[in-house]
């Protein structure tokens, strides 16, 4: 281990045990803390900024000037994406469930937003963009809404596969890819981080400098005690999170 020294505030990436009071980390995913970062902020953002800029970067190419549609957005890797998102010239729809989850998008740079619960995703998409369509959709939700978002997607569109958090993988007819001459693009972070560890500490570097400068700034919607880590899970699990949850040991 090069990189760090005895002593050194650190936060890593753990695929479980997280909830523990000790870990061993691998070397290529344990990072230097920022001294202007506390731990709960440590704790939650690497996940988040480190799978949506990944994801934005490195996946989709998201190109200055393009547009964005980021689903689940009140959550914490689609909040994340909308902020990183803005910061990358992109136009930034945002899109969710409540009014309340969609003022926090607002908040965090959101351009326009959608409330799916109530409208037409494909086709508020349509109108939001002159009936272009999105060149880039963030997709950690899955389910019903990734086959209307990819009908509202642009001429060589790029769906980025994050996550199912609505707990239903979609299955998707190849002709919309065909049609649009789209990509579908799978984005696994965990693993990008195992096998091409040097260019995620660039990555890294580059979002720990973007902290220090204030132009990203992590939304933690609660903080709980260890004990109270089932209730902080059913949060999750009911959908009533904005941003991150924490766990302090």
């Known amino acids: 281990v090069k990189h760090l020294a005895v002593g050194d505030e650190v936060f890593g990436f753990v695929f479980s045990g997280g909830f523990a009071e000790e870990v061993v980390v691998p070397s290529n995913t344990c990072f230097l803390k920022s001294k202007k970062m506390n731990f709960p902020i440590a704790a939650s953002f690497m996940v988040a900024y480190g799978t949506s800029y990944h994801a934005l970067?490195?996946?989709?190419?998201?190109?200055?000037?393009?547009?964005?549609?980021?689903?689940?957005?009140?959550?914490?890797?689609?909040?994340?994406?909308?902020?990183?998102?803005?910061?990358?010239?992109?136009?930034?729809?945002?899109?969710?469930?409540?009014?309340?989850?969609?003022?926090?998008?607002?908040?965090?740079?959101?351009?326009?937003?959608?409330?799916?619960?109530?409208?037409?995703l494909k086709s508020e998409i349509k109108k939001l963009?002159?009936?272009?369509?999105?060149?880039?959709?963030?997709?950690?939700?899955?389910?019903?809404?990734?086959?209307?978002?990819?009908?509202?997607?642009?001429?060589?569109?790029?769906?980025?596969?994050?996550?199912?958090?609505?707990?239903?993988?979609?299955?998707?007819?190849?002709?919309?890819?065909?049609?649009?001459?789209?990509?579908?693009?799978?984005?696994?972070?965990?693993?990008f981080a195992m096998r091409n560890p040097k260019l995620n500490m660039e990555n890294t570097r580059t979002l720990m400098k973007w902290y220090d400068e204030g132009r990203v700034k992590p939304h933690i919607h609660k903080t709980y005690e260890l004990k109270e880590t089932p209730r902080a899970l059913e949060e999750i699990m009911n959908r009533k999170v904005r941003g991150k949850l924490v766990i302090e040991v």
Request: hydrophobic share 45%; with cysteine; proline share 3%.
């Open 57 to 120: 970067k490195d996946r989709a190419k998201l190109a200055k000037g393009e547009t964005l549609l980021v689903l689940g957005a009140s959550g914490g890797v689609g909040l994340a994406a909308v902020e990183l998102g803005k910061l990358m010239g992109a136009k930034v729809i945002a899109a969710a469930s409540t009014e309340e989850k969609l003022q926090l998008c607002r908040e965090y740079g959101a351009d326009q937003t959608i409330n799916y619960s109530k409208e037409d």
């Open 129 to 191: 963009t002159d009936n272009k369509g999105a060149d880039v959709i963030y997709d950690p939700v899955g389910g019903e809404y990734t086959e209307a978002a990819f009908r509202g997607i642009a001429w060589e569109g790029r769906l980025l596969v994050v996550g199912f958090a609505s707990g239903t993988i979609p299955k998707m007819p190849l002709n919309l890819p065909l049609l649009k001459t789209a990509s579908i693009v799978g984005v696994f972070w965990g693993d």
